[in-house]
């Protein structure tokens, strides 16, 4: 089994930061993208941003020098830094990672159970 558990969410105001953590545990050969998404409410959910197991990152317009998405490999964790927060980042941020779980396979989408992120104005 694997599993992704995210931690960091909470209540900011506007302009204020938030770090995201998410690990992954459990018995897997190797991760490739982690990323995280997003679901607002009355939303659907939505790619925020993601990372390759080497480092390249991409993000969607909307976060785009706000939010920095980083990953330790070691640790197995994806890490999500949002400044500048604004009203419309409230969503439950859910972390996603591609994980191999024997080598030689393909693999798999899992997804955490999501942590919520509430900005005032």
């Known amino acids: 089994q694997v599993q992704l558990v995210e931690s960091g969410g909470g209540l900011v105001q506007a302009g204020g930061s938030l770090r995201l953590s998410c690990v992954a545990s459990?018995?897997?050969?190797?991760?490739?993208?982690m990323g995280w998404y997003r679901q607002a409410p009355g939303k659907q959910r939505e790619w925020v941003t993601s990372?390759?197991?080497?480092?390249?990152?991409h993000y969607t317009e909307s976060v785009k020098g706000r939010f920095t998405i980083s990953r330790d490999n070691a640790k197995n964790t994806v890490y999500l830094q949002m400044n500048s927060l604004k009203p419309e980042d409230t969503a439950v941020y859910y972390c996603h990672a591609d994980v191999v779980r024997s080598k030689g396979y393909a693999g798999m989408n899992y997804w955490g159970k999501g942590t919520l992120v509430t900005v005032s104005s």
């Open positions: 990372i390759t197991s080497g480092g390249s990152s």
């Open positions: 459990g018995t897997f050969f190797s991760i490739n993208a």
